[in-house]
């Protein structure tokens, strides 16, 4: 059965890791915000069922970051407040993790009914189903879970539960078979249908933008959509990957009363995997839907290498960049930072080159105003 003995105690250097990839999942979804506050061309139906997405996976790494302060405090005397605190972190983390479960499932839902009914998708009732359906019933489950006392750690249990001092639910050696029930209801079983039900929906979704749309761009479909929105088919595929190495985990401890050393050593080597992929969900996301999001590495490359000039004072004449020529525009500034020449074709390279053909733009622009005006 899956319950913690003093030998199955977490291997040196995991909640480190894991607290790490904690860390990285709370940066990942920072930014998911500020894309979605500063890029309005972003914010479609897709876009806001992400953000609600990032709320959840937020919560679950603040979570186990807490427990792990916790747990390293000298505040940790009393059974009794660790038992409190136990609780509250696991009813907290388990259901921030439902709710991502079943957000995922109805982003699928949402991109497949968009593919194959572009004309009458209920866009105007995606948002408010999902996130009733997503966080209401998750909030039911956590409720029996509390009510039955099965969310926690038994006081004869190790420190441990799956990668760290949080906590799950609680293992019964006297009722192996409730535990075992409520760890599927409150994680696992939520889980594999998510790989299954996801990966069916987008493997789906696929087939009809092949078969009938003959790989068309997903704004051609319906105008609600996004083209990056593509990346979205790839989120089963992540998720499988960060989350597998605990689902191995577990029918691992669960199958075997008595486990041999190759299972033991194995499992020594996938927790260490789990660790780094349980809580980096947002930090997933953020690479799939920023970094790799064309539209908002284009925005943010726009920043960066053509941001306007505001240092120059009121007086300052400006050059208006053109195909055809260059023309003298005195309401606006001289030139862009860097990053364009006078053909209004964006220049790539180095930041010296760039800084340094700025420089030469500058000193053109100026011998250019001094004969123009002279």
């Known amino acids: 059965m899956y319950c913690n003995t003093p030998q199955n105690a977490t291997p040196p250097g995991v909640e480190v890791i894991s607290a790490v990839s904690c860390t990285l999942s709370v940066f990942g979804a920072i930014m998911i915000f500020m894309t979605y506050i500063l890029i309005s061309e972003i914010r479609n139906t897709t876009r ?3 953000i609600w997405l990032t709320v959840a996976d937020l919560v679950t790494p603040l979570g186990y970051l807490a427990s792990f302060i916790y747990n390293e405090s000298d505040n940790v005397t009393e059974y009794t407040n660790t038992t409190l605190f136990c609780k509250t972190q696991s009813a907290v983390t388990t259901y921030s993790s439902l709710v991502s479960f079943f957000l995922t499932i109805c982003i699928a839902f949402h991109l497949l009914l968009a593919v194959f009914r572009p004309q009458n998708s209920p866009r105007r009732f ?6 009733i359906i997503s966080w209401g019933v998750p909030g039911i489950i956590i409720c029996v879970a509390l009510m039955e006392n099965m969310l926690g750690r038994e006081a004869n249990d190790s420190p441990t539960v ?3 001092s949080w906590c799950w639910v609680k293992c019964k050696e006297s009722n192996p078979h409730k535990t075992l029930f409520y760890m599927y209801l409150t994680g696992k079983g939520f889980e594999i ?5 996801t990966a069916a929906l987008y493997v789906l979704m696929k087939l009809r933008m092949y078969l009938v749309y003959r790989n068309r761009r997903l704004h051609d479909i319906q105008s609600d959509l996004r083209d990056d929105d593509k990346n979205f088919v790839y989120v089963w595929l992540v998720f ?5 190495w605990g689902t191995i985990r577990f029918y691992l401890r669960v199958i075997p009363d008595k486990t041999s050393d190759v299972i033991e050593g194995v499992d020594r080597v996938l927790i260490y995997f789990q660790a780094i992929g349980d809580p980096s969900q947002a930090f997933c996301n953020c690479i799939l839907f920023c ?3 064309g539209e908002i590495w284009k925005k943010i490359l726009g920043y960066i290498l053509c941001r306007p000039s505001h240092a120059h004072n009121n007086n300052m004449v400006d050059i208006e960049d053109t195909d055809n020529d260059v023309d003298i525009n005195r309401d606006s500034d001289c030139i862009p930072l860097f990053g364009q020449n006078y053909s209004g074709r964006r220049r790539y390279g180095s930041c010296s080159e760039l800084v340094e053909e700025t420089t030469n733009q500058h000193k053109d622009c100026f011998e250019r105003m001094h004969k123009t005006t002279g």
């Open 291 to 293: 970094i790799l999001d």
């Open 162 to 164: 799956g990668t760290g």
């Open 126 to 131: 995606i948002l408010p189903i999902a996130n």
């Open 240 to 244: 499988l990957m960060i989350r597998i």
């Open 193 to 197: 249908l998510c790989y299954v039900i």
């Open 48 to 50: 806001k069922l992400v």
